[in-house]
Each structure stands twice: as structure tokens, then as C-alpha cells.
């Protein structure tokens, strides 16, 4: 059994470029949820899909937008990049959608934007 | 904006100490999970306790619930250096809420 995977490692762009980052969910999982986690502070949540649909969306701007497919891998995407969004970006798999299921968690990418 | 969130900020004992961190939430909820953070790296589950549980344990962990006060306990027994980390509640919708965690660090 794999466990999550994100690539790349680490990430340097400069502000105003695009960015994806890619996430390969654990095996059997069909959720996916990804996190923005700035330096001294807890993950938050962007967004979730389950079956290659949204499921829910946290506070952030529409430039961040996601994708999953049906092998349940997924990406992010982030458009017209700031400065504010140099952070650890993590994403984690479940068996299903919904705050009952343990999440299994990537070890993220670390996201520099200059 | 965050669910959960920790208290103390940091701590620091000496190895075989316990280590006691504190959760409180504004909402209800239906379950509430800790997870441990290791340098910036990804999270790692803990336990899940629901709300109609009070008590939970695995291995050295000890997870208290009180839902008429709204908060958590995470207790740690004997802890080692590898207990150095960082630790979150967070309470749960279709999402996970995080608060901004509990750094420990355990001094050999």
C-alpha cells in the first residue's frame, strides 16, 4: 500500500506566474482535500473533492482551483501567484468525503513565490 | 477562519515527563481528530474521538472530550525526543479545522 505523494518538493516562482502542484491520493481513497499551511500556523482548508467533484470549498480566492482524476490523483492550481502564497501546501487522502475519516496526509510542497 | 485551537503555544519537558495540550472549539461537533507534525512535514493521525466518547487512548496517548465546555485534552505519558513535534486538534465538517498547534519539544 503507497502512501500519499506530492510533487514537486519545493517550488520557487516569481509573483504574477502559475503554479501546479500534484498529489497522488492513498491507495482506495476517492477524497482528496488540500491545505495551505503558512510558516507557524495550522493547515487550512482549500478545498475537497470526492469522485472527481468538489465537495466544498474553503476561503480562497478563485484563482485556486483543483482538479481530480479519476484515478483519484489531483492537482492544484494557482493563478496570478503572490507573495502571500509562499506556504507548505498539503494534501491528504481519505476513504470518503466527510470530517469522520482519519486523513492521511503528503508531505507537501513548499511553495517560495518572489 | 480556525476551529480548533491549542493552548499552551509551546512546551517544554524533559524526556519521561508528560506532556498535557489543551483544544477548545467554537461549534458543535460530530468528531474531533489530533494530528502530529514533524518539522514541517506532512501531518500524521493520531486519534479520532467522537462526541459521545469521552475518553480514548492509544499506546501513550490519552485523548479527553468534553462537549459542554467545548474542548479537548491531549496527553502524552513518558514522552521521548520523538515526541518533538508539533500538534493540532482539528474539528471536523466535510472538512478538517485546524488550529495553529501546540510546538512540544522534549529535552533528553
Known amino acids: 500500500e503507497t502512501g500519499v505523494t506530492q510533487s514537486p518538493t519545493h517550488l520557487i516562482k516569481t509573483r504574477g506566474q502559475q503554479v501546479t502542484l500534484r498529489c497522488s491520493s492513498q491507495?482506495?481513497?476517492?477524497?482528496v482535500s488540500w491545505y495551505q499551511q503558512a510558516l507557524g500556523q495550522g493547515p487550512q482548508f482549500i478545498f475537497q473533492?470526492?469522485?472527481?467533484?468538489?465537495?466544498g470549498r474553503g476561503n480562497f480566492p478563485p484563482r485556486f482551483s483543483g482538479l481530480q482524476f479519476p484515478n483519484y490523483s489531483s492537482e492544484l492550481n494557482v493563478n496570478a501567484l503572490e507573495l502571500d502564497d509562499s506556504a507548505l501546501y498539503l494534501c491528504?487522502?481519505?476513504?470518503?468525503?466527510?470530517?469522520?475519516?482519519?486523513?492521511?496526509f503528503g508531505p507537501g510542497t513548499r511553495l517560495t513565490v518572489t | 477562519s480556525q476551529q480548533g485551537e491549542e493552548d499552551p503555544q509551546a512546551l517544554s519537558i524533559q524526556e519521561g515527563e508528560n506532556a498535557t495540550m489543551n483544544c477548545s472549539y467554537k461549534?458543535?461537533?460530530?468528531?474531533l481528530q489530533w494530528y502530529r507534525q514533524n518539522s514541517g512535514r506532512g501531518l500524521v493521525h493520531l486519534i479520532l474521538?467522537?462526541?459521545?466518547?469521552r475518553e480514548k487512548h492509544s499506546g501513550r496517548l490519552r485523548v479527553t472530550l468534553d462537549t459542554s465546555k467545548k474542548s479537548s485534552s491531549l496527553l502524552i505519558t513518558a514522552s521521548r525526543a520523538a515526541d518533538t513535534a508539533s500538534y493540532f486538534c482539528?474539528?471536523?465538517?466535510?472538512?478538517?479545522?485546524f488550529g495553529a498547534g501546540t510546538t512540544v519539544t522534549v529535552r533528553a
Open positions: 461549534t458543535s461537533i460530530n468528531n
Open positions: 473533492y470526492y469522485r472527481e467533484e468538489e465537495n
Open positions: 482539528a474539528t471536523d465538517d466535510y472538512k478538517l479545522s
Open positions: 491528504a487522502s481519505s476513504l470518503a468525503a466527510g470530517g469522520a475519516y482519519e486523513q492521511y
Open positions: 491507495s482506495g481513497h476517492n477524497t
Open positions: 474521538i467522537r462526541s459521545n466518547e
